[in-house]
Each structure stands twice: as C-alpha cells, then as structure tokens.
C-alpha cells in the first residue's frame, strides 16, 4: 500500500473517533443550547406517571455549571381534582459527576418560584421496603416560593433519606410578606412507617405571616389568636416543638415557648408576653392551653393562665391582673368604646378572676372575679376607693359586696344583671344602693363642674330599683328610695336660682337668709319618673314643703309652699297661725328642667305679677296649682 493510502486511511480513523468522541460533547452543546426534545422530556416523565403523582415538564436544558434545569414542572397526585400539589418556574437538579460511575446522585435540588400545597388529610405514604439499606443525601433549595400559602423568601436544609425515615436538617428560612420578614430555624424527621412527622423550630417573625398553615389545620381559634397581635415594632421570639400524625385520623401535638416585647393586642400596647403553649388536636381533643403566662404594661402585670377547649368551646382561666380593668378588657374582647367612655380607673386596681366562660353558649359561663382599686369611676363619679365580687353564671351577672369611699363619704350595694331577661333581647336589673355623709360640695362639684361652688352639707340615702336596660325602656325602672341633707345649702343650688329671686322680690333683703338648710326627701319611682309625696327643706329662718315628679327625660313638675323657720319648732307654729294668710301667697309651682327651672307664684293675680315685673305669658299654658293641705308636724317622719 502506498504512503498516500496509508495517510488516506489514517485520515478517516481519526475523523471516526474524532467523531466519537465529539458526539457526546456535541448532544451537550445541543442540549444546553436548544434544550431536551420533546419525545426525551416525555421519555423522562413517563415513568413518573405510573405511580401515585403524575409529572408534566413543559421544557428542559443542561446548565454545564448547574446541572440540569426543567422548567414548568407541575406534579399532581392522581385522583385529586384542582390545582397541582406542587409547581415551579425551574426545578435545577445538581448531579454529582464524580460518582456517577456508581449511579446517578443528585447532589442539590433547586426549586425556584415554586409554589407547594401540601394536603392536609394526606392518608399514609408506603415507601419502598427494598430502599430500608440505602441512605440518600442531597440539599434542598427553595427561592421566591410559595410553600403551604407561605411566602417564603428562600428556604435551604440538607435532605437525608434512610430506610424509613426522611430528615430535614438545618433548615433556615426567610418568611417574608409586604414589610414583615421574619425567620425559621430547625430541624424535622418524617418516620414512615408511622406516619409521623416531629421537629423543633426556633422562629423569629410575625405569626400572622403563618396563618395560611394555621388555617390549613383548621385551628380556628389560634388563627383568631394571631389575628389580634401587631408586630410593627419587634418579632417574637419562640421555640417550637411538635409531634404530628398524619393522615385523616392524625393527631397533632405542639409546644412552645414565647417571648414578646412591644407589641399591640387587640389594640392595646403592652411592653412584654412571656409564656408557654401546648396546642393539641385530633378527632377527639382539641386543646389550646397558654400557662403560665406573663404580661406586663406600664401601669402593672397579669399573671396566670388559661385553656381553651374548642370542642366544648369554652375557656378555663385563673388570672391575677394588676393592669388598668379598661385595657385588660379590652384584650379580653368585653370592653367597647362605650364602656371606655363611662367608666374610669384613674387609681391601681387588682382583678382575680378564675372560672369558665363559653365563648359561643353563654350558659356555659361559670365565673368568679373580685375587683379592688382606687380611682374607680362611672361617668362622672369617681370613688376614692371601691371593692366588689362578681359571678358570672350563664346570662346572670351578680355584683355583690360593693364597698368604698366617695367624696368624703361611704356607699355600699349590690346588683344583678341579667341578659335576655324573660325571653326578650333586654338586659334586666335589681340594684341596692345606699350612701352616708357624701361631702355635698364636693359631689357638686364634681357633677356640676362648678369649682367654686359652696354648698356645704353631707348627704346620705337608699336606691331600690328593678327594670331594664336602655334608653328605651326608662318606663320599665320601678322602686323606691330616699335622700337626706344635713347643714347643706340647698337653696344655692341652681334648681332654686329662679324661686330665690321671686322671694327676693316679694320680700326685699331675704336672700341673706337663704343658707344653712336641711334637705329630705322619700320618693317611688314608676311609669318614667321619680315621683315624691314630700320633699321638705328646713332653714332657720325658712323651709320648703312640696312634692311632685322628676321625670328621666329632665322635665319637672313640682308644687311646693315655703313658710318660716323650720317645721317642727314651737316658735314656728306660732308664726304660722299668726301669718297663714301670708304663706299662702309663697306657694309656687316648678317646672322646666335642672339645667333650665322655671319658677311662678300661683296665688298671684295676673295685676300683681305685671306690678312686681313677674308678669310671664308663657304661665298661662301652665294648669293651676292645687291648693296645698297643711300637715300635723309629726306627720312627717324623718326617714332612717
């Protein structure tokens, strides 16, 4: 054979194994370029679909850096209807090529914008008795994902499967969603065999950023928990463990510590929470139980716990709270803007409540709170000091052992409310009130707003009084009480400016001896008004008998007859007989209201009225008084 022959020869031998060679190298340069045709993706995917979960791969390349890259993956388990159990943008799966001679591993798996939605009631998954020897590893990678509704911002842990059991070790993820971020930490172990999953999660974020999972297991009541906290400030911190059984019939079992600082609760800024949890639930126990439990704000602490059972949904709870009542209600939901408007704690206070409350059946409820504080107010009484019990049974609410000091003075009583009273919608009442040596200028002033009042005296008396709450059902208020003044000034309240100015008129220079009074008064109270048989108030030089109504919408209808020196003295009885021709003219007639009383003589000719500058037109629309009978002095009875 000639040179050139041989060379010839030469020539094709090594474009053929160029050629070999080459090949492969040449598939890669396709592959990474074009990507995997379509008839290799199905030939990949197909034994996929012969099991449970059904794998569809829309494209895929090989990154010569990363490995292989498939792109819009979607897994479905078979016979489930809706979305994909899982998908993703990419799924990027890192082969290990320095052991490939000993089979293909995969080294770390990517998944970005993937979106996972786990079933809840998955019935247990049998894995493959022959894999029980082989041990598998590779690292898991989640990017702008979406895992069981959450937002997650990256998730990375190593992957170790091992006969029957699947590890997720060191994982960390970023939780993010809006403004909130927060971080997880942990470690879980899935056993097969028993279909159990346990870890332990260290979690620095928001909770509210894990309620798509709270709602998933259908934790109603912790889901409405989370709902109510705000985290603007600073993440809590918690330690988390859990035992869960899978499947339809599991059981899920977590505990927990928490620690948070400077947050809102149902609206009310608190300072720290510290405590534990234990959450259970299954197809016969659902539990949820805070104890202990630590909550601090400025102006106290409240201490205790409390377990809700979301079968019989009813909460049992032991607290001992030193917080403003108002804020502590409000974090217990039974306080409402209205509630914060009539009523005051301006002083320390200490609740201890223990018992049940059922938070859907209120016949549920069986609780039992004392309360004890200074600076304890409704509306505009405030009470130095004031202590009470209450029991709260069903609709009934049953205040009892009232006890304080007010304005210098002490009251006592007692109440009972009760909620749908006789099958209506209302709120029933019984209240018991009594009152000793009340500072009369004091209460003045502070009811009246007048810091320059002075009208002396100390006032005592006892409320009786049944019926129902509202506006609307005045007319239902039915009892009785009195109302005793002694060396008080009643003559400079505001109701009387109009009658001391027509005594002034009628007998010029009597207004210096309008002071020192005593005031009492029985009264029964019915069809929407206070109706008095007597009131009489005695001064030394003058005094005042009358009766009439108080009605609750402010009028006033009030007859009344002002003679000399007090009722009951001998000297004053002379006087009488003498001038009883002349006290018929100082009887008057009220009417009006507080805030604006109108006063007029009835004895006075319309002549005389227009002498004397009392002349008023709008009087003649007003009935004429009936004429007023005298009484025996003992007629009258001091009341006890």
């Not at 989370?226 to 339809?248: A, C, E, Q, W, Y």
């Not at 009658?499 to 029964?524: C, H, N, W, Y």
């Amino acid at each position: 054979m000639s040179d050139r022959n041989i060379t010839r020869t030469k020539r094709r031998i090594l474009v053929k194994v160029l050629a070999i060679l080459f090949l492969p190298v040449l598939a890669v340069l396709y592959l990474c370029t074009v990507g995997f045709p379509r008839w290799l993706i199905e030939e990949m995917t197909s034994e996929a679909r012969t099991g449970d979960y059904a794998v569809f791969v829309e494209s895929g390349e090989i990154d010569l850096f990363h490995g292989v890259i498939l792109k819009n993956v979607r897994i479905h388990r078979k016979g489930i209807i809706g979305p994909a159990l899982a998908e993703a943008d990419a799924i990027t799966v890192e082969i290990a090529w320095r052991s490939i001679r000993s089979g293909i591993r995969v080294r770390k798996l990517v998944v970005d914008r993937g979106i996972i939605r786990p079933l809840v009631d998955e019935t247990k998954s049998e894995m493959d008795s022959t894999d029980r020897g082989h041990e598998y590893r590779m690292q898991l990678r989640f990017n702008d994902s979406i895992i069981h509704g959450v937002s997650v911002k990256s998730l990375i842990c190593d992957l170790k499967a091992k006969g029957q059991r699947i590890f997720l070790n060191g994982l960390k993820a970023v939780i993010a969603d809006g403004n909130s971020e927060g971080t997880l930490e942990g470690d879980f172990v899935y056993e097969a065999e028993a279909d159990i999953v346990e870890g332990d999660l260290s979690a620095a974020l928001d909770p509210r950023l894990l309620l798509p999972v709270i709602d998933a297991w259908d934790l109603s009541f912790v889901a409405e928990l989370v709902k109510r906290f705000n985290f603007s400030k600073m993440n809590p911190d918690t330690v988390i463990s859990f035992h869960n059984k899978l499947g339809s019939n599991g059981v899920m079992t977590v505990s927990a510590k928490f620690r948070m600082q400077e947050f809102e609760y149902q609206g009310v800024d608190t300072l720290r929470a510290d405590g534990g949890v234990e959450i259970e639930i299954g197809p016969d126990r659902n539990i949820v139980k805070i104890d202990p439990l630590l909550i601090v704000r400025q102006e106290g602490i409240a201490r205790g716990g409390f377990v809700v059972d979301m079968d019989e949904q009813i909460v049992e709870l032991d607290i001992t709270c030193d917080l403003d009542p108002l804020m502590a209600g409000q974090m217990a939901g039974i306080v409402t803007e209205g509630d914060r408007a009539f009523y005051r704690f301006e002083g320390p206070a200490r609740i201890i409540a223990h018992g049940t409350v059922g938070y859907e059946d209120v016949y549920k409820t069986d609780l039992t709170a004392t309360l004890r504080g200074r600076g304890v107010g409704l509306d505009k009484f405030l009470a130095e000091e004031c202590s009470f019990s209450i029991h709260i049974a069903g609709p009934t609410n049953s205040l009892s052992g009232i006890l304080g000091t007010i304005y210098g003075g002490v009251f006592s009583g007692s109440a009972v409310f009760v909620d749908n009273f006789a099958g209506s919608s209302d709120t029933g009442y019984t209240i018991m009130a009594s009152a000793k040596d009340i500072q009369f200028d004091e209460m003045a002033r502070a009811l009246m707003s007048e810091p320059d009042s002075d009208y002396k005296g100390k006032l005592s008396g006892e409320l009786e009084i049944t019926g129902l709450v509202g506006k609307n059902n005045v007319n239902t208020a039915r009892g009785k009480g009195h109302i005793k003044i002694k060396e008080g000034r009643v003559f400079q309240l505001p109701v009387f400016g109009g009658l001391s100015e027509l005594m002034t008129k009628i007998v010029p220079g009597l207004d210096f001896v309008l002071r020192q009074t005593d005031a009492r008064s029985e009264f029964v109270i019915a069809d929407g008004k206070a109706h008095s048989e007597k009131v009489s108030i005695e001064g030394d030089v003058l005094s005042l008998r009358g009766y009439g109504d108080y009605y609750f919408d402010g009028r006033l209808d009030f007859f009344a007859q002002v003679k000399l020196m007090k009722e009951h003295a001998l000297v004053a009885k002379l006087l009488r007989a003498i001038t009883y021709p002349l006290t018929k003219l100082f009887e008057f007639r009220l009417k009006g209201t507080f805030s604006a009383p109108h006063w007029y003589p009835t004895n006075f000719s319309g002549d005389l009225l227009e002498k004397m500058g009392l002349r008023d037109k709008t009087l003649e629309s007003f009935p004429e008084a009936p004429v007023m009978e005298e009484q025996e002095p003992d007629a009258e009875k001091e009341p006890e």
